[in-house]
Structures are given as C-alpha cells and as structure tokens.
C-alpha cells in the first residue's frame, strides 16, 4: 500500500465510533470537538477540540487498517535490514 496525504476524509460520524472504541474516556475530556478533520492521510485524520479547561488541542486518529499497514511496513524494512545491516534488526523489531 502506498503512503498518501490530502486523502478525502472519512464523516466524523466515523471518527467517533473509533474513538468511542479505542478511548472511550477521551470524549468525556473535551468540550467540543470540531467535526470537519483537519487533515487526513491514508492512516488516519486529524481534528480540532477543545479540552475542558478550555485548551485547544488537536486529536490524531488512526484508523483500525492503520494498524495492519504499519505492521505490514516494519516487517518489510527488517526484512531489508536483514541483508544490509543485521546487527540493527533487534531495534527495528521492537
């Protein structure tokens, strides 16, 4: 899969599910969250919120394939490393 920036981003509606189920006490931190994303990726998406102390922050959230496609990446960089400089595999592994 090919790394990608200014991807269309995916309805808030969405976004919150993940949210939801990945951090569930993270919703109950912010007073507002901005529901148009700022910026978006083939990883994920990035949103304005307001903590509720007043704070304004930005919230990166990662979509769930995200995961899969990083795993997917380092085990194609050890496998490079591998035959370049196997004495660094342990570190790229961790």
């Known amino acids: 899969s090919k790394l990608q920036d200014s991807v269309p981003q995916r309805p808030w509606s ?9 951090t569930p006490q993270l919703l109950s931190q912010v007073s507002h969250v901005q529901h148009e994303a700022v910026g978006a990726a ?10 509720l102390d007043g704070r ?3 919230i990166k ?16 960089v050890a ?5 370049a400089i196997p004495s660094l595999v342990p570190m790229v592994m961790e």
Not at 42 to 51: E, M, Y
């Open 79 to 83: 496998r490079l490393m591998r035959l």
């Open 42 to 51: 083939s990883t994920g998406q990035v949103h304005f919120a307001t903590l």
């Open 61 to 76: 959230i990662q979509y769930p394939e995200a995961r899969g496609r990083f795993k997917s990446d380092f085990g194609n």
């Open 14 to 22: 969405q976004m919150e599910a993940i949210v939801r189920r990945e």
């Open 56 to 58: 304004e922050v930005v």
